[in-house]
């Protein structure tokens, strides 16, 4: 459906997107995460026609929506990260007034209100939107991408500064989108919102997109990678030099009395960890274990890279010390 290949963007000297490529199919949830800054809003907006690429193609149900503008705009809602709320109209008057935009007329009255439905807001269809919190904002905000029908959502940061409450009922609204044939690309900087609700996901840093596929095969690449929790009375000091001697113990953080680890080993490799806190002895009163997360692949993607980069530069620092003259 959607299909962006070698996207390129710069702004003076400095590169936002660097050669991006990835693709979204029909029906899918497609989350695009990565941190502040690396290009995930840059995107959006070259894809809604907001701004130039420097490079590359975007198709769209085999379109190059690039140079036909015009079809992303109708078949697209663009919800930004921060978009114009006019508080002193109604909650139904700010939908009629994109209606009338998209040259739609009055008699839509019934469509609106059953938008208004689907996000919650029934009971605020005569309220000022000034009165609605964040949430309801943020709601009011999908249910304005969808006033023109549009097939596909583009949606930067949706859940940022929402409570878990509001957060739940985003994500809820997004999976009734989904059930009723939309595609929904949004974007976010943290990986544990979306993991429950993307049915694809890129991971994208600097530009481009390090890692793409489904949550499973996303995790598939963090190896065997694992949070585990250990529980420990008395002293943490000795548990912490074994944790930290372990060369599958990647990284350690403490909350009161526990210690969480991040683990990259087997099953045997874990067992013989834990023998070995208690048999040095280490007080360890509980000892549980969670499958990787999307942050364990992150991280794990970034310490790969990392060590890799090192080899390259060890290398060539090797070859600097012993270069032949001719």
Do not use: W
């Not at 739609?104 to 009165?131: G, P």
């Not at 929904?184 to 943290?190: D, G, K």
């Amino acid at each position: 459906m959607l299909d962006v290949v070698h996207v390129q963007k710069r702004f003076g000297e400095k590169t936002v997107l660097d050669d991006l490529s990835m693709k979204v199919q029909s029906g899918e949830i497609y989350g695009l995460i990565g941190p502040i800054g690396a290009g995930k809003t840059t995107f959006m907006k070259i894809c809604m026609g907001l701004l130039q690429a420097d490079g590359g193609s975007i198709h769209l149900f085999g379109s190059d929506i690039l140079k036909e503008k015009r079809m992303i705009q109708e078949s697209a809602g663009y919800l930004p990260e921060k978009f114009q709320i006019y508080d002193k109209m109604k909650v139904l008057e700010y939908l009629e007034f994109f209606s009338t935009m998209y040259g739609l007329s009055y008699s839509v009255d019934k469509y609106l209100r059953e938008l208004l439905d689907m996000v919650n807001l029934t009971k605020q269809a005569d309220s000022y939107v000034k009165t609605l919190s964040r949430a309801k904002k943020q709601q009011l905000g999908v249910a304005r991408c969808l006033v023109h029908n549009p097939v596909l959502l583009m949606l930067d940061e949706p859940l940022a500064g929402l409570d878990p409450v509001g957060k739940t009922e985003i994500m809820e609204t997004l999976r009734y989108l989904k059930q009723q044939g939309k595609t929904i690309v949004l974007s976010s900087s943290s990986f544990a919102e979306l993991q429950n609700t993307c049915t694809q996901i890129g991971i994208i840093k600097n530009g481009s997109i390090e890692i793409e596929g489904t949550i499973k095969q996303v995790l598939s690449q963090a190896r065997e990678s694992r949070a585990i929790h250990i529980t420990v009375l008395g002293d943490m000091s000795l548990a912490l030099l074994i944790l930290k001697a372990n060369a599958n113990v990647k990284r350690i953080s403490i909350a009161e009395d526990v210690l969480e680890i991040t683990f990259h080993g087997n099953k045997g490799q874990e067992a013989q960890l834990l023998y070995e806190l208690v048999s040095k002895g280490v007080q360890v009163i509980s000892f549980s274990r969670t499958n990787g997360s999307l942050e364990d692949a992150f991280f794990e993607l970034e310490e790969e890279k990392e060590r890799r980069r090192e080899q390259y530069e060890n290398k060539s620092s090797l070859f600097e010390r012993f270069k032949i003259k001719r």
